[in-house]
């Protein structure tokens, strides 16, 4: 982005005068600005009246006092192209484009969108077909809907591609802090990538939040994210919709276990974006960052005043992989002698009611326990009374404020959890943040949010550490083709990948190549149509003698027949059997149009499906990224030695597959896809046993 755009995006946000060109819609836009705050000029350009929302109008731009800082844009389609290109002309700063009809719609719209952009010069854009932009912060508003949301001087910037999304974002009883809400609509000029990189910077902007139906330019975004990290804004995403798979990409199992979703969610991971999966969760996560902190790590201290809640928050939280260190002795020791007799020391804490709402008796519970426990966040599970049952609120808000305190002096990250979400006013909400102290709504939300927030600092040290290779597009040649398996494994060996030692023969010379390898041997047949040969049959194991290998032909033939007459060849893998290994792996390399060249890996062999435990990264990944998604599997725990059994060789596995990831990225301009299932890991080495493996067709 131009230094240009830049100062001019400032403008759009931070406006001295703001231009409303359009009529109804127009009218809605002042009273939004006016509802915000807004204390700057604003003018009003419509030829057909006189006043607008009690502003007086001018016929034209051209009529306007002086180029306006900001404008809210709603006339016909058609019209706004040369509108936008006039106030280019005139130096304005930037636009909101609320009108729609343009590449959402149909053809004609998407060459409107295109005059339109090439129109925007130096200005900023955001639309078309979009709400606009809201400044919480320096009280300004271009947008065409009654808007809620308050800010106490910093907050979330929430960036989203609904419109609808958004203003029901602003209309939340979550007591979010909000700096920016923007909605970007079609991302003519500005999208949420754009959005990210100029708003993570501004102190205000404590995290940073995205609804993303999808993303257009996936190495800009991933750019625009680093930055984010090491300006230390958190950036949580909502990530709605999938995106088709090429057709040409279906033939293995890894294309079908990780499509656009789970490539999504390996982009995040890859550069420390949190991800969330409903709304109500990313508002929750989103209030705890901005409220209260990211914490160090996942080492958590809960109170409660109930046996139940704390059971509620022991179950969720070691289940999500939070911990709760018990008190020591000392801690122990210190407490008990603070506590009611009926109570017991733990992690989380039951204080118990006979000190409830006494913060005499509770005040020293919290400081005592955060002096000597030693965790990284903590929490006290509080659900208040309903409005006309509050003659107890009171007593509540005395631990309520005791904790807050405690919290302070210890300074962590603190939140105050309703187990129930409503069972929290507004008013209580607002109390608590103007102590630090984030004000969260549900067990499970409260608890998903500072496991995510931990994650996030620790993703954030290990990737500044060391940050990734920059994605790279990918490169689309002709239709791909699938290599019969023995040409992929003559490919793999030549990526240094151990593959059995075999021959591709016809049938004539089976017997002859069968005797030079030893038996056992297995046998495979080789043909176009048979991409999953065992499906077809086409795989015999085990063959102890030459009357077995030939037995295996003749039936083999009869049940490839069955599956497909078209099938049958009369070309043959024959290899010598693999000894049993100690765990199976599916290794797949996948070409995507949208996020280049990424791995799969996960538990392999006949059920790789119906088990479902794979990990996607995108490439290039260094080995630390390899072996950290291997580690994320459920089959580690095999690689590690299970009961007993041997582990395997990690650091030997771990450069197999860099070996493999850097191979393909060599060739990434003809490779659409290579797996290996299944890829045998030994206690020592690994070999590919089946391999399926595309390549473009010039």
Known sequence: MTPEKRKNFERLLNPRHIAFIGGADAAVAIGEARRAGFAGQMWV????????????????????????????????????????????????????????????????????????????????????????????????????????????????AIITQSGMFSSDITMSQRSLP??????????????????????????????????????????????????ALGAGTPVVALKTGRSAIGETLTLSHTGSLAGSAELYEALFERVGVISVTNPSQLLETLKFLCVAGAPEGPDVLGFTCSGGGATMLADHGEAIGLSYPAPDAGAHAALTALLPPIATVSNPLDYTTPIWGQPDRTGPVFSEALARVPAQATLLVQDYPAPGLDETEHLYLNDGLAFAEAARAARLPAAICATIPENIGAHVRDTFISHGI??????????????????????????????PARLVAASLGGRPRMLSEARGKDRLADAGIPVPPGRQVSEDQLCEIADELGYPVALKMMGEELAHKTEAGAVALA??????????????????????????????????????????????????????????????????????????????????????????????????????????DQSALVAALAGLADYAMKHADSIAEIEINPLFVYEKGVLAIDVLMQMDDP
């Not at 902007?205 to 190495?219: K, M, N, Q, T």
Request: contains cysteine.
């Open 438 to 467: 984030a004000p969260m709504q549900g067990v499970h939300e409260t608890l998903n949010a500072i496991r995510d927030a931990a994650r996030w600092s620790v993703a954030r040290k290990r990737i500044l550490a060391n940050p």
């Open 45 to 156: 350009v419509n030829p057909k009246r006189e006043t607008l929302a009690g502003l007086g109008c001018v016929p034209a731009i051209a009529d306007l006092p002086e180029a306006p800082d900001a404008v809210f844009l709603a006339i016909p389609a058609s019209a706004v192209p040369e509108t936008v290109a006039e106030l280019a002309r005139m130096g304005a700063g930037g636009i909101v484009c609320y009108t729609a009809g343009f590449g959402e719609a149909h053809a004609a719209g998407r060459a409107l969108e295109a005059e339109m952009k090439a129109a925007i010069g130096d200005m900023v854009l955001i639309g078309p077909n979009c709400y606009g932009i809201i400044n919480y912060v320096g009280r300004s508003a271009l947008w065409p809907f009654a808007h809620g949301g308050a800010c106490p001087g910093y907050g979330a």
């Open 543 to 648: 063959l102890e003698d030459p009357d077995a290998l030939r037995r295996a032909v003749t039936e083999m033939r009869d049940r490839v027949a069955c599956y497909s007459e078209q099938a049958v060849t009369d070309s043959f893998l024959v290899e010598t059997m693999a000894p049993t290994p100690l765990a199976e792996l599916v290794v797949g390399i996948r070409r995507d149009p949208q996020f280049g060249m990424a791995m799969t890996l996960g538990s392999g062999g006949i059920l790789v499906e119906l088990v479902g435990d794979t990990v996607s990264l995108l490439l290039p990944a260094k080995p630390a990224d390899i072996a950290d998604a291997l580690d994320r599997l459920r089959v580690s725990a095999l690689l590690r030695g299970f009961r007993g059994r041997p582990a395997a």
């Open 178 to 227: 909000m700096a920016y809400m923007a909605s970007a609509g079609n991302q003519a000029d500005l999208g949420l990538t754009e959005l990210v990189d100029l708003l993570c910077e501004r102190p205000e902007v404590r995290a940073i939040g995205l609804h993303v139906e999808g993303l257009s330019d996936i190495a800009a975004f991933e750019r625009a994210a680093l930055k």
